[in-house]
């Protein structure tokens, strides 16, 4: 006969999960009443209050572009299909141009600088050449007029008076350098009858030019002449009177150009006006060398000429 199965053993019951724990103020409510079958009713899971909902964010309103990013976002947009300059790029080439301002700035600088440099070593060399050639401006001395022939028309009461002259003017110069010439251009000579009236204008002539060497004298000579020249019946008459007596004073006026000579170095000619007031007659039979001489002014750009020594 088979042996028979020893019986299985009995299968264990699943542990009942562990009921939650009371709230703290679960002593002072009443209990339920129990069911009428005898049957405990388990209590309802403990539920955790809802919290309330997170506060929305804020959404801070979006600043505009500057202004040069946006013009230049739209002069230069970006090709259809492109990719976009990395920002690595984009500020490599800010910095670029920020580093164009500096170096022009540095350029400028630079060449202040360079200059003001010339400009100080202009200025120590032309005092240093004034110390060693020590120059000095000629002095011009005008003698006494000769040829000097006047002759008035219109005796009548009718006709008003005329003149008509012919004068020769000198003026002598002399240059005190001893390493520094003078070139003269050529120019014009005026002469002028002076009157306490105003001046009489009696003509020009033009004035050839010459070069001044160092240490020696030179002479501007021209004769100026007029044919025609009206005046009042009370200038004429003192001119006679004046004329007759050899004590009409006359004014001389030449203007030409002068540069200056140091060795083989020249510069450039500039204006310049030779001035001669009180100028007299020369006496009869004496010659342009009797007399005695005025001094004439020298006007430099219509400066008077002076010197420092």
Not at 40 to 60: E, I
Not at 119 to 125: E, F, N, V
């Amino acid at each position: 006969m088979a042996a028979e199965k020893p019986p299985l053993p009995p299968k264990p019951k699943p542990a009942l999960p562990p009921r939650p724990r009371p709230p703290p103020n679960a002593a002072a409510r009443p209990a339920p009443p129990a069911p009428a079958n005898g049957f405990t009713r388990p209590s309802p899971p403990f539920k955790k209050p809802a919290l309330a909902p997170p506060p929305p964010p804020q959404v801070l309103p979006l600043k505009p572009p500057p202004a040069r990013q946006y013009h230049l976002h739209h002069q230069h947009p970006p090709p259809p299909g492109g990719a976009r300059k990395p920002a690595a790029r984009y500020r490599q080439q800010q910095h670029r141009r920020g580093g164009g301002g500096c170096s022009c700035r540095r350029a400028c600088c630079v060449a202040a600088g360079v200059a003001v440099l010339a400009l100080c070593l202009s200025l120590a060399a032309a005092c240093l050449a004034y110390l060693y050639y020590r120059p000095r401006p000629p002095s011009f001395h005008l003698q006494p007029l000769d040829p000097v022939r006047l002759r008035l028309l219109g005796n009548s009461s009718a006709a008003a008076p005329a003149l008509d002259a012919t004068v020769g003017a000198r003026a002598v110069s002399w240059n005190p350098n001893e390493r520094v010439a003078f070139r003269y251009g050529g120019g014009e000579g005026r002469v002028a009858l002076a009157d306490g009236d105003g001046d009489v204008a009696l003509g020009w002539a033009p004035v050839a030019g010459f070069e001044h060497a160092p240490r020696s004298a030179a002479a501007v000579a021209f004769v100026a002449a007029a044919r025609g020249v009206v005046v009042d019946e009370a200038v004429a008459a003192r001119v006679r009177d004046r004329y007759r007596r050899r004590q009409q004073g006359f004014r001389v006026v030449v203007d030409t150009r002068v540069g200056v000579r140091v060795g083989a170095l020249r510069t450039g000619m500039v204006p310049v006006r030779l001035a001669c007031d009180g100028g007299v007659m020369a006496p009869r039979g004496g010659g342009t060398a009797a007399g005695p001489l005025s001094r004439c002014q020298v006007y430099l750009f219509r400066v008077r000429w002076f010197s420092l020594n």
